[in-house]
């Protein structure tokens, strides 16, 4: 796809999008040298044609790699980022998801938990069930970090239920 979007100068905005799949699917395999340098190239052609939405997937893309790798700083900046130059909601909720994680990770659990739960209220309305599932299982971690396992429960309990219908392993994992 990359090869021929770049030929299609009315396709760019696609063009990112494949960069940013390729970054998703290396970092879900785990190769995060090859996700962060697709998530850099979606980042480029988002500066190429003035697109905030791909320099926002870009940047929790990053954020994600980079949390999931233990660069905790790295990772919350890049969401903070992500997250302020979301330009709709849409956009808005996956960074937002993507820094509740960063946080998570970095050990706020707290600050994490005051931005996922709306969050998995606005996802549910997208009806984009994976997204909203991993969304309700992050939550429901913040919950266990704090000592509220019958409130994790119930968020954990509503995610796996999302995530196993979707068939989304990921969140399920």
Known sequence: AIRLLRAKVDQQWWLGMAHFYLAMNHGLAGDFDSALTEAGNAELVGTA???????TYAGFTIGWLEASRG???????????????APDRVSR???????????IEAGDHRSAQELLEPTVTELHSFGIPQWLAWASILTG????????????????????DIATKAKYWYAVG
């Open 93 to 103: 909720a996956y960074a937002s998801m993507f820094l509740g994680y960063a946080l």
């Open 141 to 160: 971690e913040t919950y266990r970090l704090d000592g509220d396992v019958d409130k994790a429960g119930t968020f954990v309990a509503r995610g796996l």
């Open 71 to 85: 660069n905790h700083e790295t990772a919350t900046a890049a969401c903070r980022r992500s997250r302020d130059q």
């Open 49 to 55: 044609i003035g697109d905030p939405r791909l320099h």
